[in-house]
């Protein structure tokens, strides 16, 4: 009988897939801190549809319980919204089908501390546990698998307590020997309720899908990525390179029977495991099984350690046995030490949402960020994710004197610790400290990571003035993506990339993306961001950039367009490189004093009259207005910008010059400076109060003082330049 053994075998949250009355339509398993996993035929019921219904409820929002063995403690809720759709499929059997699978997105991360369930492989003889729907300790109902066959695992129940029946489907379940999940419950076999129940009729028989099926079915579905995300459990293999090497240093360490009792029972209490009565130890080889099959089993562990092991032999074999560990997969925190982290990360969150992921770009300047830490702002609820994510980065090797680097993790904590309240400064720094030394981190290594930190809190950088968002259509696609690049501008004209090309993104990501990255400069101390500049070729002048969906500004309040929030400029660098002489020609045209726009009529509409109109008595105009319909005002515009007008306005849905008097309203011939403020208040003035016969301004706006970044002689970042 193995030493280590579970106390319980309750999950850590039981999920449910509600209707929109609030009762339960079935289960669901939490595949990661954002997305759960249920069976399609649940969703379709929760959604009032037919259960076998094929087509993908796309757009439908579900609302997901999550209940908690927490006394006084009532479940949580979370929307979500379909990602993956494995419709029901026809088998051979009239009681059995294939696919039934769909992954949900959470709209907001499942609460702290909730552990996603981890997957192992289904086998004959197996005692499972299944809960009901409703989410009810109550509810839970044992069974068995008498039979795997195919893609399907047949399980019965003993005829004593519950059994799995309506409202189990979707449901997880849960070994009973090691609190894994080998599969969810998707049907049961129900008697004739006409008749008497007779001796030879089937009871308390289901069927479920075990998890190489899902494997199978979601790798089909392209779902690599869920995958991915999914924590599968690994066995100690005795047999495998890292069992045997974490074998070898636990001779070393834990050698003397008693002492490693004494550390086995401790390290068994943080994971939540039993032990047997008396003095006896677990053999080295099943205390390595436990390290490799459990990912924070080896941190906590060394936690204990650590105390003990000081330089010399000791230490030593606790740094071979840590990096033997991280060979496979350990987890960089203890139990304690995660707990902790996530507490007061928490705290500091709630106190100011925008600290830590300033904090993370500042410390990280040339890494991916966790998604939640790329936003402007970070909720409570994400924190453990962020954690999770930035445990796993990578750092370099040993320093030269062969002691270990600080980690991604810590680097980030001293760097949200400089820019913290005293109390979480001195608490999260006396965290790393614990860590660092458990790590055998040199306390110089750990200094001057935290000297940096406190530099960068204490720089006040020159504030952010204005966005720049290079915004490129991506050839050929049915869906309508950009590639787009966010910089920020300084009023010191230092710039910064806040936002990589890719992935390509749709144009409310976008707008929501930008609408994002000027929250942040905001939030970093500066003045709120007014202006956005909108690079785009010749080809993207009619993007209705201005129209895309920037979010909520304020709550209750969504889809509102950029263009109402911020002034929208366009700006066509592009046409720089066809006419040599076009930026010579704009700072020209801007030093000229800004004699009357040039408004395109019947009288100057063709392209051979407008170029002889701006070479001789328009010469130092600095705006035209634009008339006229697509065709012709294409021609028109860039004829324009190749010359070197730097403002253009025109109507992008106009047909014709009949239209010219829709821009009447922005008052185009009013003053330059106030034109782009003009045009903000005209789209203002038209949202929620659509007009169809009403103009959609585009506004052309290259400011020859206002470089655009890649233009600029960027600093770099280690010589100054603040990139938060």
């Known amino acids: 009988?193995?030493?280590?053994?579970?106390?319980?075998?309750?999950?850590?949250?039981?999920?449910?897939?509600?209707?929109?009355?609030?009762?339960?339509?079935?289960?669901?398993?939490?595949?990661?801190?954002?997305?759960?996993?249920?069976?399609?035929?649940?969703?379709?019921?929760?959604?009032?549809?037919?259960?076998?219904?094929?087509?993908?409820?796309?757009?439908?929002?579900?609302?997901?319980?999550?209940?908690?063995?927490?006394p006084g403690e009532g479940?949580?809720?979370?929307?979500?919204?379909?990602?993956?759709?494995?419709?029901?499929?026809?088998?051979?059997?009239?009681?059995?089908?294939?696919?039934?699978?769909?992954?949900?997105?959470?709209?907001?991360?499942?609460?702290?501390?909730?552990?996603?369930?981890?997957?192992?492989?289904?086998?004959?003889?197996?005692?499972?546990?299944?809960?009901?729907?409703?989410?009810?300790?109550?509810?839970?109902?044992?069974?068995r698998v008498k039979l795997q066959e195919g893609a399907v695992g047949y399980l019965d129940g003993e005829l004593s307590g519950a059994a799995i029946g309506p409202g189990f489907s979707g449901g997880p379940l849960w070994c009973l020997d090691d609190t894994t999940v080998v599969g969810l419950v998707v049907a049961h076999v129900l008697p004739d309720r006409d008749r008497p129940l007779g001796t030879q009729d089937t009871v308390r028989r289901s069927w479920a899908v075990p998890w190489g099926t899902i494997r199978d079915e979601l790798h089909r579905a392209g779902a690599a990525q869920v995958l991915a995300d999914c924590t599968v459990h690994a066995p100690g293999?005795?047999?495998?390179?890292?069992?045997?090497?974490?074998?070898?240093?636990?001779?070393?360490?834990?050698?003397?029977?008693?002492?490693?009792?004494?550390?086995?029972?401790?390290?068994?209490?943080?994971?939540?495991?039993?032990?047997?009565?008396?003095?006896?130890?677990?053999?080295?080889?099943?205390?390595?099984g436990l390290l490799v099959a459990e990912e924070r089993a080896l941190a906590t562990l060394t936690e204990s350690l650590a105390p003990a092991c000081g330089a010399g032999t000791g230490r030593e074999s606790l740094d071979r046995l840590l990096f033997a560990g991280q060979l496979a997969g350990a987890r960089l925190l203890s139990v304690d030490e995660h707990r902790r982290l996530v507490t007061e990360l928490e705290k500091v969150v709630a106190t100011d949402a925008t600290l830590l992921p300033r904090a993370a770009r500042e410390a990280?300047?040339?890494?991916?960020?966790?998604?939640?830490?790329?936003?402007?702002?970070?909720?409570?609820?994400?924190?453990?994710?962020?954690?999770?994510?930035?445990?796993?980065?990578?750092?370099?090797?040993?320093?030269p004197d062969g002691t270990p680097p600080v980690p991604t993790l810590l680097t980030v904590v001293e760097y949200a610790a400089a820019g913290a309240c005293a109390d979480s400064r001195q608490a999260l720094s006396g965290w790393s400290d614990r860590v660092a030394g458990r790590l055998g981190v040199h306390p110089a290594a750990l200094s001057q990571r935290r000297g940096d930190a406190a530099t960068?809190?204490?720089?006040?950088?020159?504030?952010?003035?204005?966005?720049?968002?290079?915004?490129?259509?991506?050839?050929g696609d049915r869906e309508r993506r950009f590639r787009c690049e966010v910089w920020e501008v300084r009023r010191d004209g230092a710039a910064a990339r806040l936002v990589p090309a890719d992935p390509p993104r749709s144009a409310p990501e976008i707008g929501r993306l930008i609408h994002e990255s000027a929250e942040r400069a905001a939030h970093d101390g500066g003045p709120a961001v007014e202006q956005i500049?909108?690079?785009?070729?010749?080809?993207?002048?009619?993007?209705?950039?201005?129209?895309?969906?920037?979010?909520?500004?304020?709550?209750?309040?969504?889809?509102?367009?950029?263009?109402?929030?911020?002034?929208?400029?366009?700006?066509?660098?592009?046409?720089?490189?066809?006419?040599?002489?076009?930026?010579?020609?704009?700072?020209?045209?801007?030093?000229?004093?800004?004699?009357?726009?040039l408004v395109v009529d019947e009288h100057c509409a063709s392209p051979e009259r407008l170029y002889a109109l701006l070479e001789t008595s328009h010469r130092d105009t600095a705006q035209v207005v634009v008339h006229g319909g697509r065709a012709d005002r294409q021609r028109l515009l860039q004829l324009c910008l190749a010359v070197g007008v730097p403002v253009v306005l025109w109507d992008r849905e106009a047909e014709g010059l009949e239209h010219a008097h829709r821009l009447d309203a922005v008052v185009p011939t009013g003053p330059l400076h106030q034109l782009p403020e003009r045009v903000?208040?005209?789209?203002?003035?038209?949202?929620?109060?659509?007009?169809?016969?009403?103009?959609?301004?585009?506004?052309?706006?290259?400011?020859?003082?206002?470089?655009?970044?890649?233009?600029?002689?960027?600093l770099d970042p280690l010589e100054g330049a603040d990139i938060r």
């Open 1 to 70: 009988m193995a030493w280590f053994r579970r106390r319980s075998t309750a999950p850590a949250a039981r999920l449910s897939m509600l209707h929109a009355d609030g009762r339960a339509a079935g289960a669901a398993a939490l595949l990661s801190a954002g997305r759960v996993l249920t069976c399609a035929h649940v969703v379709n019921d929760a959604l009032g549809r037919d259960p076998y219904e094929t087509v993908p409820p796309e757009g439908r929002d579900l609302t997901v319980a999550l209940h908690h063995d927490v």
């Open 680 to 714: 903000r208040h005209f789209r203002a003035e038209r949202f929620g109060a659509p007009d169809p016969g009403s103009a959609r301004p585009s506004l052309v706006w290259e400011d020859a003082e206002l470089p655009l970044p890649n233009t600029l002689e960027l």
């Open 456 to 475: 960068w809190a204490a720089h006040r950088p020159s504030p952010v003035v204005r966005l720049v968002a290079e915004v490129t259509a991506v050839p």
């Open 75 to 143: 479940p949580s809720y979370r929307s979500a919204r379909l990602a993956v759709w494995v419709p029901p499929r026809p088998s051979a059997s009239p009681l059995v089908w294939h696919g039934d699978l769909a992954v949900l997105d959470l709209t907001e991360p499942a609460p702290s501390g909730t552990r996603p369930v981890v997957w192992r492989d289904m086998a004959e003889g197996m005692p499972l546990r299944a809960w009901h729907g409703g989410g009810a300790a109550i509810t839970f109902a044992d069974t």
């Open 364 to 399: 990280l300047r040339y890494t991916p960020l966790p998604a939640p830490l790329r936003a402007a702002r970070l909720t409570c609820g994400a924190v453990d994710r962020v954690v999770t994510e930035l445990e796993a980065y990578r750092h370099c090797g040993p320093l």
């Open 237 to 288: 293999d005795r047999d495998s390179p890292a069992t045997a090497a974490l074998t070898a240093e636990l001779w070393q360490l834990l050698g003397d029977p008693v002492r490693r009792a004494q550390h086995a029972r401790a390290l068994a209490i943080a994971l939540g495991y039993g032990t047997p009565r008396g003095d006896s130890a677990p053999a080295v080889e099943e205390l390595a």
């Open 533 to 597: 500049d909108v690079v785009v070729g010749r080809d993207g002048l009619d993007l209705d950039v201005d129209e895309w969906d920037a979010g909520g500004p304020v709550e209750f309040l969504a889809g509102v367009p950029l263009g109402v929030t911020y002034r929208i400029a366009l700006r066509c660098p592009e046409v720089s490189a066809r006419a040599p002489r076009r930026d010579d020609e704009l700072r020209r045209r801007w030093e000229s004093g800004h004699t009357g726009p």
